[in-house]
């Protein structure tokens, strides 16, 4: 479920559901993007540009952004783009439109997509490739140790991510 995080030039949602935990949100603002705080998003400790620079470094649509100070949106232009990750998911990046049964659409400017077929979440990609050592060819994607993937070889479940307290 996405959850929103107001400030005053800026507004940061963000969806547990669809992070692969890559970190890229808690490497990119340390003073926004605090894992244990509560609430883990303050978009107002920093400027409003970098908090959207930092979300849009967020492979999986699970960060969005909002502005609220008339700076642009994000923009997700003309062209969507499908990157197969090495052994992993595939990247997207466009206007993706995610339909799902019981009749809902939600718009996204990123997402990772399953490619192994192994996901609980379908269409996002949850991490299981790791769990089963799903192999394909694609760009390589370093991945950090990180507080949010304190193991590279396995899945992070939501229960194991102190985000999905607040
Ligand atoms: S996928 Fe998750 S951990 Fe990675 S940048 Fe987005 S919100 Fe942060
Ligand atoms: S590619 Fe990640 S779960 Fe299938």
């Known amino acids: 479920m996405r959850k929103v995080y107001r400030g005053k030039d ?13 970190a890229e949100c808690l ?3 340390r003073q926004v993007f605090q894992l244990k705080r509560r609430p883990w998003i303050l978009p107002d400790l920093a400027g409003a540009d970098e908090v959207a620079e930092v979300v849009r470094l967020c492979p999986s649509g699970a960060l969005q952004y909002r502005r609220r100070d008339g700076g642009q949106d994000e923009d ?23 339909r799902r049964e019981d009749g809902t659409v939600e718009t996204l400017p990123r997402a990772t997509l399953c490619r192994c077929g192994l996901s609980q979440h379908k269409p996002f990609c949850d991490n299981q ?38």
Request: hydrophobic letters at 40%; a negative charge; one cysteine or more.
């Open 76 to 98: 997700p232009g003309e062209t969507t783009t499908v990157i197969p990750v090495r052994d992993g998911p595939l990247l997207v990046a466009g206007k993706i439109e995610v």
């Open 27 to 29: 490497r990119g603002q």
């Open 10 to 22: 800026i507004e940061v949602s963000f969806d547990l559901d669809i992070c692969v935990h890559i």
């Open 129 to 166: 490739h790791l769990a089963a050592g799903f192999r394909a060819p694609g760009i390589p994607f370093h991945i950090h140790l990180s507080p949010v993937r304190p193991r590279l070889d396995a899945p992070i479940t939501k229960a194991e991510d102190p985000r999905g307290e607040n």
